[in-house]
């Protein structure tokens, strides 16, 4: 069965320190895509990135990074010199492979809230 | 553009009482969903459709209706309110049915049922 584990439930930084959110995952598909989510305090859930099973190249984006490896089953989330701002409960899920026109079913990870302090 | 709307915001049920939770979106989407979140699960899906007219379980569909008449509307409705679907829910659209595109989600509907 599809399952996405986020062991960290909570992380609290210091502004300006970089922190490392794990994702791990399972899947028998061998095509699939991870996704991150972020849910500020306000509560709407913003999509930050995409990222198939074929392409494990690390990607960047301004004081976001993400690390992708087959190998280890896990797709981290990287902020560098955190912001305040950044407070928020991220979520990493994986979205099953469509079967039979099923359409793309999102499978959450229990979230890490992230609080960075001032 | 208001991509996906949910009404209400908040609401207090008794239970047993019933309602439907509205979701629109004006994006032409095919895909819409369901989720309901709950401290420390993550979010899980409720019910999805793959179009007008097509709808399908998730992993927790049990106590939640759900139709598609038109591509803009999804609503859910609770036939008999328990307190076990004391939860915020969020309704999500996509593109297409591929499972490769990003789903758009609502700003949720924080339910309580006493």
């Known amino acids: 069965a599809q399952k996405v584990t986020q062991a960290q439930t909570e992380i609290s930084v210091v502004e300006k320190e970089d922190v490392t959110l794990d994702c791990v995952y399972e899947?028998?598909?061998?095509?699939?895509?991870l996704f991150w989510y972020k849910q500020p305090p306000s509560g709407e859930l913003v999509f930050l990135i995409r990222?198939?099973?074929?392409?494990?190249q690390n990607e960047i984006s301004g004081r976001y990074s993400w690390n992708f490896q087959k190998s280890t089953s896990s797709f981290n989330f990287t902020i560098t010199a955190s912001q305040v701002v950044d407070s928020a409960v991220y979520f990493c899920?994986?979205?099953?492979?469509?079967?039979?026109?099923?359409?793309?079913?999102?499978?959450f990870g229990q979230g890490t809230e992230l609080s960075v302090k001032p | 553009n208001a991509g996906v709307t949910q009404t209400p915001k908040f609401q207090v049920l008794k239970t047993g009482q019933s309602m439907t939770l509205q979701c629109a979106q004006d994006?032409?989407?095919?895909?819409m969903s369901w989720y309901r979140q709950d401290p420390g699960m993550g979010l899980r899906l409720i019910h999805y459709?793959?179009?007008?007219?097509?709808?399908d379980q998730g992993e927790v569909p049990n106590g939640y209706n759900v139709s598609r008449s038109t591509t803009e509307d999804f609503p859910l409705r609770l036939l008999s309110a328990a307190p076990s679907q004391t939860s915020v829910y969020f309704c999500?659209?996509?593109?297409?049915?591929?499972?490769?595109?990003?789903?758009?989600f609502g700003d949720g509907t924080r339910l309580s049922i006493l």
């Open positions: 999500a659209s996509s593109l297409d049915r591929g499972s490769d595109q990003p789903q758009h």
């Open positions: 899947t028998r598909d061998t095509t699939y895509y």
């Open positions: 990222r198939n099973s074929f392409d494990e």
């Open positions: 899920a994986l979205s099953e492979l469509m079967i039979y026109n099923q359409g793309g079913k999102l499978i």
């Open positions: 994006m032409n989407h095919e895909y």
């Open positions: 459709s793959v179009g007008a007219g097509i709808t």
